[in-house]
C-alpha cells in the first residue's frame, strides 16, 4: 500500500462548479498534511496546510481533516480555468529522535472547462 | 526578495559525466531537501539536511551526492553511477515547527541526458 494515494485524473469539472480533490495516507500519526499546486513544467506552490480535524478555509479553498478515517480532501469553490492544475497531497511524519517525513502523494490532474 | 533560487534551470549532460545543481536560499531556514519527479510521478526524495554540515540519505540516493557547508546552500552533484538521471530536481527548504515542516520549493532544475 501506497504512503499516500491520491487519484490520478484527470477531474473535470466545469467552470463555476466546486472541484473535489481527495488523498488518504497510510501512517496513523500522521501529523500534519499539505496541498500543493503545481502546474505543467512548474514546481508545485502550497496551497493549504490543516493539522487538526475539522475544515480549514483560505478564499475559494478548503482543506478537511479526518484523521480517524485518514483522509485529507482540498475543495475548490468557483473554479476557474486558471485552476486547472496537478494537485498534490502531502503528510508529514515527525520521527521518533528528531526529524521530519514528508510524503507527497502522485497528485491529481484537475481540468476546469469552460 | 526572499526565495529559493536553482541554477541552471535546464542543464544537458553526455553520459559518464558528473554535472551539479546549485541550490541557494535566503530564507534563513534550517533544513533544505532535493527531490527528484518523473513525469507522472509523484516527488522522490533524494537527500535532506536538518544542519550545516550534516544531510541524510532519502529514499533514492543511489547515484547522488551533496554537501552542506553553508546554511544557504545545499549543491546536488548527479553522478555517472546514476543510470537514469533524466528528470525534474526540485530544491526546498523549510522551518521548523510545532507539527512539522512547512516545505517551500525553487523553480527546479530539468536535467537530460544527452
Known amino acids: 500500500q501506497k504512503e499516500v494515494e491520491q487519484n490520478s485524473g484527470p477531474l473535470s469539472v466545469p467552470e463555476g462548479a466546486i472541484a473535489s480533490l481527495n488523498c488518504t495516507y497510510s501512517?496513523?500519526?500522521?501529523?500534519?498534511f499539505f496541498w500543493y499546486r503545481q502546474y505543467s513544467g512548474k514546481s508545485p506552490e502550497l496551497i493549504m496546510s490543516i493539522y487538526s480535524n475539522g475544515d480549514k478555509e483560505d478564499g475559494r479553498f478548503t482543506a478537511q481533516l479526518n484523521k480517524a478515517s485518514q483522509y485529507v480532501s482540498l475543495l475548490i469553490r468557483d473554479s476557474q480555468p486558471s485552476d486547472s492544475a496537478t494537485y498534490l497531497c502531502?503528510?508529514?511524519?515527525?520521527?521518533?529522535?528528531?526529524?521530519?517525513?514528508?510524503?507527497f502523494g502522485t497528485g491529481t490532474q484537475l481540468k476546469v472547462e469552460l | 526578495d526572499g526565495g529559493i533560487t536553482q541554477s541552471p534551470k535546464y542543464l544537458f549532460r553526455k553520459e559518464g559525466q558528473n554535472v551539479t545543481l546549485s541550490c541557494e536560499q535566503n530564507l534563513n531556514h534550517d533544513a533544505m531537501y532535493w527531490y527528484r519527479q518523473d513525469p507522472g510521478q509523484g516527488l522522490r526524495l533524494i537527500y535532506y539536511s536538518q544542519i550545516v554540515n550534516d544531510f541524510q540519505k532519502g529514499d533514492i540516493a543511489e547515484g547522488y551526492s551533496v554537501s552542506r557547508e553553508k546554511k544557504e546552500s545545499f549543491p546536488l552533484t548527479v553522478t555517472s553511477a546514476q543510470k537514469n538521471p533524466t528528470a525534474f530536481y526540485l530544491c526546498a527548504s523549510s522551518i521548523e515547527g510545532l507539527t512539522g515542516n512547512t516545505i517551500y520549493f525553487g523553480e527546479g532544475s530539468w536535467l537530460t541526458v544527452v
Open positions: 501512517d496513523r500519526v500522521s501529523q500534519s
Open positions: 502531502a503528510v508529514n511524519l515527525i520521527l521518533t529522535g528528531g526529524g521530519n517525513k514528508l510524503t
